[in-house]
């Protein structure tokens, strides 16, 4: 059975603190990463992919470590509006749809 | 916005029923794949829909069953609801490719609720 496993938090940050998230997959054969985040009650948008050699966007890293299944995620100076729930995401390749973890819920406090 | 919309935004059921849900696709999209999303857990993959043919599926039931139409869009059919299909059922298009991924773009969702 293919799965994502993530901490489900919430991880209660103050604003301005680095935060970093985990995730293990269970495919050794997934082709694609990706981190989505998804605010409450609205559908969820793709952050960033990640790749082994590691890439950042602003303030978030993204690192994928294929030896050990393992994908992580690290916001730095982090702002109010980067509360919400991020899905650590992995696709399997062909026609298999995306598998996504259940999510962890961050909460920047003021 | 992703241009992908759904319909309705949200529906009441009861167990037994059936409904039927609605997605269009991002324009120059040929690829539909549909998602349930349950309270507090991460969308899980039913199918996904290329050229008006199932192409892939996830583990559910036959009682789940869609179509994709000459123009993209799509429907996803629930039969013989029960309580436990409540959820945010989710459509996200792309562009199919021979190799690698392309990106998915998700609808609002549907707030599915059987009762």
């Known amino acids: 059975r293919k799965e994502v496993e993530q901490d489900p938090g919430p991880f209660n940050v103050p604003e301005g603190a680095t935060v970093a998230f985990n995730c293990t997959y269970s495919n050794s054969a997934s082709q694609s990463f990706f981190w989505y985040r998804q605010d409450c009650r609205k559908e969820p948008k793709l952050l960033m992919s990640?790749?082994?050699s590691g890439n950042e966007d602003g303030r978030f890293t993204a690192q994928l470590n294929r030896a050990s299944q393992y994908i992580s995620l690290l916001i730095r100076d982090s702002k109010l509006s980067d509360s919400a729930t991020y899905l650590c995401?992995?696709?399997?390749?062909?026609?298999?749809?995306?598998?996504f973890g259940k999510g962890t819920h961050l909460i920047i406090q003021p | 916005e992703t241009g992908v919309t759904q319909s309705p935004t949200h529906l009441i059921k009861t167990r037994g029923q059936q409904v039927t849900l609605r997605c269009s696709s991002q324009?120059?999209?040929?690829?539909v794949s549909w998602y349930q999303q349950a309270l507090g857990q991460g969308p899980q993959f039913i199918f996904q829909?290329?050229?008006?043919?199932?192409?892939g599926r996830g583990n559910f039931p036959p009682r789940f069953s869609g179509l994709q139409f000459p123009n993209y869009s799509s429907e996803l059919n629930v039969n013989a609801l029960e309580l436990d299909d409540s959820a945010l059922y989710l459509c996200?298009?792309?562009?199919?490719?021979?190799?690698?991924?392309?990106?998915?773009?998700f609808g609002p969702g549907t707030r599915l609720t059987v009762l």
């Open positions: 995401v992995v696709n399997e390749g062909g026609a298999d749809g995306l598998t």
């Open positions: 829909y290329y050229r008006e043919e199932e192409n």
């Open positions: 324009s120059g999209h040929n690829t």
């Open positions: 996200a298009s792309s562009l199919s490719a021979a190799r690698g991924y392309n990106e998915q773009f």
């Open positions: 990640v790749y082994s």
